[in-house]
């Protein structure tokens, strides 16, 4: 039987946000994440951030924030604000504990990464608050635009090649990506990527391909990031290009 992903995907494909912040931070609306990232084997990097992107896109397409879903009304409060996710690292006992806060996680290959309920910076749930924002540097490369084509029927996003971004900026932005790509499918495309999974991949292009991207992206053949410029890079650069695939 298809999920129903009708309030989801409304939500998702019809999101603006505003774009002035309370005057209280601590009632700054953010989605937090967690990439599990042991010390004695950590993941490698390209697998840790599509395990991000697909937790974040499957919590936004979950049965439970759509219609009078339990998480609906949080989820609805997020995307009236300026999104903002926020991503941290979890191991040993901190990651296991942090399971049992309301979220979905995403497993690639053994390589875990969860994406929370968002609310409140001030409501966050001190399992998750704990963990540390900084440290989740891994090592590995993104597969280029020679790879073998995408997940049929699903994303890639594409990082952009000329940004410095750590693992966890990263992970937010292919986070973001993942849900905004969901504008290049109809409804019933999105319920069937849903139900498979949320197929997708991250990859690095080449100067030559990111300039299509972008080109593809102004025409509204793919869906690009814009980042406000809070942490690591200029407001307004275009970190990922998401393309269907």
């Known amino acids: 039987m298809t999920t129903s992903v009708a309030r989801q995907y409304e939500r998702l494909v019809s999101y603006l946000g ?5 005057e209280d931070p601590q009632n700054v609306q953010a989605m937090q994440m967690v990439l599990h ?10 697998r840790l951030l599509v395990a991000a992107a697909r937790a974040v896109v499957l919590l936004c397409l979950d049965p439970r ?10 989820m ?3 995307c ?7 991503a941290r690292r979890g191991r040993g006992a901190q990651w296991a504990a942090a399971q049992d806060v309301s979220g979905v996680t995403a497993v690639v290959d053994g390589v875990e990464a969860r994406a929370y309920v968002p609310s409140r910076i001030g409501d966050v749930d001190k399992r998750v608050a704990k963990l540390q924002i900084g440290g989740t540097e891994v090592d590995g490369d993104l597969p280029g635009e020679d790879a073998a084509a995408g997940p049929a029927g699903g994303l890639v996003l ?3 090649p000329a940004l410095e971004m750590t693992v966890g900026k990263t992970a937010a932005q292919v986070g973001h990506a993942s849900m905004l790509g969901v504008r290049l499918m109809s409804e019933t ?5 849903y139900d498979r999974g949320c197929p997708l991949d991250v990859r690095m292009p080449g100067p030559q391909r990111w300039a299509g991207l972008v080109e593809q992206a102004a025409t ?3 869906v690009p990031v814009q980042d406000a410029g809070f942490t690591e890079i200029e407001p307004g650069s275009m970190t990922v290009i998401a393309e269907r695939t």
Do not use: L
């Open 37 to 46: 990232i042991e010390k004695k084997d950590p993941p490698d990097r390209h």
């Open 158 to 160: 594409w990082v952009n």
């Open 80 to 86: 009236d604000e300026r999104i903002r996710k926020i």
């Open 18 to 22: 505003r774009y002035d912040d309370p």
């Open 189 to 193: 495309e999105a319920a069937d990527w």
């Open 65 to 74: 924030v759509g219609d009078d879903g339990e998480w609906a009304a949080p």
């Open 220 to 222: 509204g053949s793919a």
């Open 76 to 78: 609805d409060a997020w």
